[in-house]
């Protein structure tokens, strides 16, 4: 059996050399990694870089969530799209697939903020996957402006399992086309580039 650490002072030790602030959450749950899913839903890497910090402190299975059919590249294509399929419920369909869910006892969920509401592609994997009696902690990242309806849909959409407050990052800002990496990458791509400088 593994202690499952302290997410709130896992990510803010994590985070606080980058100014990260906005973390809430508590988790001192005990309980065997093999039976930890950690999901995400990631487009900038700003939350792969969140699941991928609670994989190796926690352990278990990392998944991340991708479409039978991929968002478009162009950034404003994909707004546009995602607002459709919030306004007409359509649920995108999963090219990923998960074996045995029912084997899992804890599911960490992370997503970024979508137009302040849960990406569809997470309301497609919370409506594929049964997590009736499961631990569910969600985890986002957004880009100032917070959470919006996020949490509450998760619970909305899992009314049998035991939610743990979730906890929320500013992390990465990806806007007019352009995509930013997570403020730890960012800094260590400044770093590169002064090294490299230095060089010539």
């Excluded at 594929?128 to 990242?141: A, E």
């Amino acid at each position: 059996m593994t202690h499952l650490l302290l997410v709130t002072a896992l990510l803010f030790s994590a985070y606080s050399s980058s100014g990260i602030k906005e973390v809430n959450s508590k988790t001192d749950t005990t309980s065997n990694p093999t039976k930890i899913l950690i999901v995400y839903l990631s487009r900038t890497n700003n939350t792969k870089t969140i699941a991928e910090i609670i994989h190796r402190n926690v352990g278990g299975t990392l998944v991340a969530l991708q479409l039978e059919k991929p968002y478009p590249e162009d950034y404003r294509a994909t707004v546009e799209q995602v607002v459709r399929e919030n306004e007409t419920g359509y649920l995108p369909p999963l090219k990923t697939k998960i074996d045995s869910i029912q084997n899992y006892d804890v599911v960490f969920v992370g997503f970024p903020t979508w137009g302040m509401k849960l990406p569809p592609p997470v309301k497609s994997f919370l409506h594929q996957y049964d997590l009736k009696g499961k631990t569910v902690i969600p985890f986002n990242t957004n880009d100032g402006y917070g959470i919006g309806s996020c949490f509450e849909t998760v619970k909305e959409l899992c009314p049998s399992s035991k939610i743990v407050e979730g906890f929320t990052i500013k992390g990465g800002v990806e806007s007019d086309g352009q995509s930013r990496l997570s403020k730890e990458q960012n800094a260590k791509r400044q770093k590169r580039k002064l090294r490299n400088g230095c060089k010539k």
